[in-house]
Every structure is written in C-alpha cells, then in structure tokens.
C-alpha cells in the first residue's frame, strides 16, 4: 500500500466550498495542519508518496478525488485504475499529475478506464468496504461516471451499489469504512446506502457504528493499517472507534474542514498487491505441473483492504501438503509435509527475487 498526498498550495483560500465561513481559511494553519496530518500517517507506519503543491490549483491537496485504484479480488484479474473526472472544469487539471506517479508504480497489465464527458466521477463519493463498493451519486458524480466505476469494479470481483446523495458534498462525508465489515456514519449517511438496495450494508453482515447529526465531521474516518484519522472535536466517534479495536488520531483539520474537507479528502490509496499478483501469475504458468502432482487449491482473503493476501495449498496424493500464506506486504508462512511432522517457516519477502525463490522452493518440496 501507498498512500499519496500532496500539501495544499498558496491558491488554497480559493478552494470550492460551501461552507459558510470559508473566508476565515488561514492558509498558514492549513500547511501546518497538512503536514502534522501527514506525520501522523508515519508515525503509524504508513509510507508516503508526496506529490510536490500545485500553486494554481486550490483543490489540488484533495487527492482523493482524482481517480479510484483497485486491487482484484478474482485470481485471473489484473488491477484497474479508473481515473476521475471532478464535476467542477476548475478541478480537472488536478489528475494528470496523481495519473502519472500511479501509472509509473503499477505493474505491468494495469487496465486504465476513464471517465469520459458527460460523465463524471470523485473519489469522495467512494467508499469500499469487504467485497463492496458504494458509490454515491451526488452533485459531483453522475450516473454515467458511477456506472464506468461500477463495471470496472464488478469485473474484478466486487459488488458495486449506487447511493443517492443529497444533502452533502459527498458520500464520504456522512459515512466511511472502519474495517472491510464495520462502517462509522450519521443517519443520513447509512441512509444513503440503504437507499441502494438491502444488499448494501445489511445489519447481519455489516456493524454499523452510528453517530449523531451534530458529529458529522467524525463520521469522516480515515482507517489504515489498524489506524483512525480523523478530526479532533468528536468525542463520540473517538469512543466508537477505539471500542472497535483501532488506534485513534485526532488531528486538528479545522482548516480543511473550511473547505468541505476530512482526512480521507487529503489521501489517495494505492494498494501493493505485486507479490500476490506475482504469486497468481507463477500458478498460472506452473498449473498443469501442480495438478500432477496433486489437489491445487487458491485464494484471495479480503479481511484487510489495506493488507490483502493469497492462499496456495498443493495436498499431493500420498498425504504430503504444501500450504503457504502470502501477504501483500510480503510476509509470507509456509508449511509443508505430512500430518503430524509439518515444517512451518516464515518469510519476510522484499522483491519479487525473494518471492520466485520461495516459490522454486515451494515446487521443489513438492516434487522431491
């Protein structure tokens, strides 16, 4: 995973808003606010890919908005980047920048679909919780860009549903993904998702943490690695979330808030899928061999949207198996042999090298 931001520019005080007070924004307090925001992502153990400011562009530091990147959850699938197009003329330039640092980092088979005129599409307006993702339709994405988001997101394994939004910005201003089951939100904001059909977020499935009207701000969460980031002044979304098990930040973002923004405006997600992808790639070319030699079974796991991992298991005809567990950060558990006298390793793998050889090793227990 990577996260990308990029520190609001000297243009800022102009940034599109419907907040009533947007004439106090403080461009000072909001360079100072970005970069404590920024700090704490460290802190948590979350790596950065800082954009440099785009002095002419107010908005430019909401890097959400400018395209929605997807890991897939099918084995057969490469990623897909859906690049954006804001409803605002003023905000289309922010894209090619995010565009090209994202395009530079994918692997190779990375499929590009973008929005095209008339429609149009804002990363706020999406929320991807599990195998789901909302997507709102609001003042600032339309049916048709919706629609190009949704289709890219079905052929990779998701399920996508289409959320009215009419009484804020967007989507994620009202409600956000805690964890792949558990959503934080006000009414308005499950509203939203209810109004999609009962296969949105049904309460047997999805733990909803609800909050009042007047912590709307709260309802905006930030949720990476174990993590949540989210504005200072919610005391009742803090209590909620570190009752969920998460570490909770609460930053002042005030600034940003002057301009109809939260923490997850200021964050683009690139999720690290190689070595997974890689391992899939690897069965592919090896299968016919793998399926001489035994039962072949894979998966992917989506308990982490931040953390995805892989599962191969080779049970060979005489009770000999070979079960490893990889994880998009490259941890990877191995264990093998027969029942009773299994070996189990671990692996911390840096590069795709560290993950070809383990898979060289995994063949060759296999086969001896």
Known sequence: MLVIVRPPGPAFHDAISTNPDRHRIDVSRVHAQHAAFCSALEDAGLPLLRLPEEPDLPDATFVSDTLVALAPLLPDRSRVVVVARPARASRRPEVESVLDEVVGRMPVGTR?????????????????????IAIGLSARTNEIGARVLADAARSLGYRPFLCPVTDRLHLATA????????????????????AAGPDAAPSGEIRRLLLPDGELPGANVLALGGHAFLAS???????????????????????????????????????????????????????ATLDAIGKVRSSRTTDDRWKPSANLVVARHDNFDADLMLWSSGEAEFGYGRPGQSIDEHYDLQSIDDLEALLREFLTILTE
């Open 233 to 287: 002044g919610n005391p009742i979304a803090a209590r909620l979330l570190r009752e969920t098990g998460l570490t909770v930040h609460e930053l002042e973002l005030d600034e940003f808030a002057l301009a109809d923004g939260g923490p997850t405006c200021l964050v683009n997600i690139l999720p690290s899928v190689e070595f997974i992808d890689g391992l899939f790639r690897w069965l592919e070319s090896q299968r």
């Open 175 to 194: 409600v956000t993904a805690v964890t792949p089951d558990t959503l934080i939100g006000t009414a308005a904001g499950f509203a939203s998702l209810d």
């Open 112 to 132: 590009v679909v973008t929005v095209e005129d008339p429609g149009t599409l804002e990363g706020g307006d999406v929320v991807i919780f599990g195998d789901r």
